[in-house]
């Protein structure tokens, strides 16, 4: 399917961890292409440079998406404000630190609540109305949901999860022939503020920028790609895992400035 800019004109989006980083691109792209968007996070930011960019509609509402009540919120709010969602772009993710894991398990239940459980909710409440509109559920994952990496157990696991059940809700979608895709999306190193200043020093490998990653995430949820790889070495990266672990493990390793 080829991606037309005309098919996001008027397009009713809603976009979750749009104050920062990856997501705040992906408002600013959106508005660019004229499109409804219901924007959320904790902090309000971008809402009044989406109207000043194209966005037919910029609405803001703030939601903790690690508490039980705000995931349902924000989608009905989307829902009652845009009429309707067409498609449902889920990359929050809750603080976390890059660091050696020190046996805190009630962080790694905390975690599962934003980056994991607060999606699955979402998603289960937008589906009814993404039947309708033939829409898009859009899953901002990582390689370190395919693959594991040091100094990131919660994080990885809270990804793993996600692709598990994403990748199993779309085999399910797909076998009732249901209207609505899912697109996963498997990011590496980006340069957003939170990402750099969690490795700095300690990663070395070049960040890619945030507003081509957000471009490559809308194209892929508008042409309903199952899978997205950016940048092009998370694929390679993906391959290689599976045909030869000790060398992806040594290279994962040697990646990282680390002295015990
Ligand atoms: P940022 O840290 O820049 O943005 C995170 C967003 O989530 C912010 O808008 C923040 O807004 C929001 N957020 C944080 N806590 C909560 C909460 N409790 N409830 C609701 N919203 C919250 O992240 P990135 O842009 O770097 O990452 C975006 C996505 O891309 C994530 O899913 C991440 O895993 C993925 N990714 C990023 C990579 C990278 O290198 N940057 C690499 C691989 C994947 P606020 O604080 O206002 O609530």
């Known amino acids: 399917m080829k991606f037309k800019v005309s098919s996001l004109r008027g397009a009713r989006v809603l976009v979750t961890g749009a104050s920062s980083g990856i997501g705040e691109q992906m408002a600013y792209h959106y508005a660019r292409f004229g499109a409804q968007i219901v924007i959320t996070a904790r902090r309000e930011k971008v809402?009044?440079?989406?109207?000043?960019l194209g966005a037919q509609k910029a609405l803001?509402?703030?939601?903790?998406?690690?508490?039980?009540?705000?995931?349902?919120k924000v989608v009905d709010f989307a829902l009652e404000k845009l009429g309707g969602l067409d498609y449902l772009v889920l990359n929050h993710i809750g603080v976390t630190r890059f660091a050696v894991w020190d046996g805190?398990?009630?962080?790694?239940?905390?975690?599962?609540?934003?980056?994991?459980?607060?999606?699955?909710?979402?998603?289960?409440?937008?589906?009814?109305?993404?039947?309708?509109?033939?829409?898009?559920?859009?899953?901002?994952s990582s390689m370190a949901g395919?693959?594991?990496?040091?100094?990131?157990?919660?994080?990885?696991?809270?990804?793993?999860?996600?692709?598990?059940?994403?990748?199993?809700?779309?085999?399910?979608?797909?076998?009732?022939?249901?209207?609505?895709?899912?697109?996963?999306?498997?990011?590496?190193?980006?340069?957003?503020?939170?990402?750099?200043?969690?490795?700095?020093?300690?990663?070395?490998?070049?960040?890619?920028?945030?507003?081509?990653?957000?471009?490559?995430?809308i194209v892929t949820g508008a042409t309903r790609q199952l899978e997205l790889y950016y940048p092009w070495y998370t694929y390679v990266m993906n391959l290689f895992k599976d045909w030869?672990?000790?060398?992806?493990?040594?290279?994962?390793?040697?990646?990282?400035?680390?002295?015990?």
């Not at 803001?60 to 349902?72: A, K, L, V």
């Not at 030869?244 to 015990?260: F, S």
């Open 47 to 52: 809402t009044e440079k989406c109207l000043s």
């Open 60 to 72: 803001f509402i703030s939601g903790d998406m690690s508490t039980e009540s705000d995931p349902d």
């Open 104 to 140: 805190d398990v009630d962080h790694v239940k905390w975690l599962m609540k934003p980056n994991f459980f607060s999606y699955i909710q979402m998603a289960w409440r937008a589906l009814p109305s993404l039947e309708k509109s033939k829409g898009s559920m859009v899953i901002v």
């Open 146 to 217: 395919k693959l594991s990496n040091p100094f990131t157990a919660p994080y990885c696991s809270t990804k793993s999860a996600l692709n598990g059940f994403f990748g199993a809700l779309s085999h399910e979608l797909a076998m009732k022939k249901s209207n609505v895709s899912i697109s996963l999306i498997t990011l590496g190193l980006i340069d957003t503020e939170s990402a750099l200043n969690a490795v700095r020093g300690i990663i070395t490998t070049p960040a890619y920028p945030a507003t081509e990653a957000a471009l490559n995430i």
């Open 244 to 260: 030869y672990p000790p060398l992806t493990n040594h290279l994962i390793q040697n990646a990282l400035n680390y002295d015990p």
